[in-house]
């Protein structure tokens, strides 16, 4: 037995692997409960007692040999554990990759980023609000036909004999905030307040029940028209290029007189024309207008002293416009095949 072990033990002293299913292989040949080892350790029990000591030693040299043999071809092929070399112990043992900000967060960002630059702040306003702050307060009387223009979804409904402006409702646009901040503040007042705005609206690829907006304010002494068309083609020249040009319209809204609506030379077409631009050369892009006196002296101010210019725009609207996403649905489905085609340094 003991020319065996010795045989074995050469043997072992000498295997050699290529790779490392081929030191698997020798570690069962050897190693495993029924290899060669287990083997002869299975014929010892069998010797006489007094050979017992003599083969027991071979035996164990050979199993320390086998072991150690394994081990040190495994070396060759098995990264080497612990810290050393270039590892950087603390990665993670898979890419991570890295998320996108939703188009509609870029694009928020970027209009409040570009009123930041001419010194207006961002003010926020709730997105449950009243009747009041809504719409009484910005000029649409109680029975006004302008309330009709958007269809408002209703947290409580009013009671027969409850006073108007108290309804609990899901404010329909952003103007809203305007009303809260000239509540609370002095002029000078100069604020940006984007946020999301709910209207009872048949969902399709052009609509949705909600949706979002942007409004700028500013209110001072000796505002003027010109200063609003100053900031209007600021703004549509650092969002949509340095080529590109606006147009006023005359339009009406409730709190603002004179008011307007904006259009930007198309930016598809270069204004040549085209059929996103319905062969106009234009695009409408936001509403705007000087402060009506009355919601002035509603919130306190005197318009005597102060005037104002508003805007209000939609950041779906400017979104698609710079992405090309003709379905609204798109924004809030949480596609990641969709989601995932925006990245920017915003
Ligand atoms: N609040 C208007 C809307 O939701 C948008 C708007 C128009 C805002 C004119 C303004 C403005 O501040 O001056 O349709």
Redesign the pocket.
Known sequence: MINEIKRLLKEVEELTAANAGEIEALRIKYLSKKGEIARMMNNFREIAAEQKKEVGQHLNILKEKAHEKINELREKFVEPEGAGGDFDLTRTSYPIALGSRHPLSIVQKEICDIFGRLGFNIAAGPEIDDDEHVFSM?NFPDDHPARD??DTFFIENKQVDEPAGREIILR????SV?IRVMNAQEPPIRIICPGR?YRNEAISYRAHCFFH?V???YVDRNVSFADLKQALDFFAKEMFGKETQIRLRP?Y?P??EP???MDISCNLCGGRGCSFCKHTGWVEI??????DPAVLANCGINPDEYSG??????IERIANLKYRVNDLRLFSENDLRFLKQFTSAY
Not at 172 to 175: K, Y
């Open positions: 910005l223009m958007q329909t646009h952003t103007s305007q705005v907006q409004e700028a304010l339009s809204f709190f603002t008011s307007g609506e936001l509403g705007c207008g000087m402060v210019y508003a805007l209000g725009m939609g």
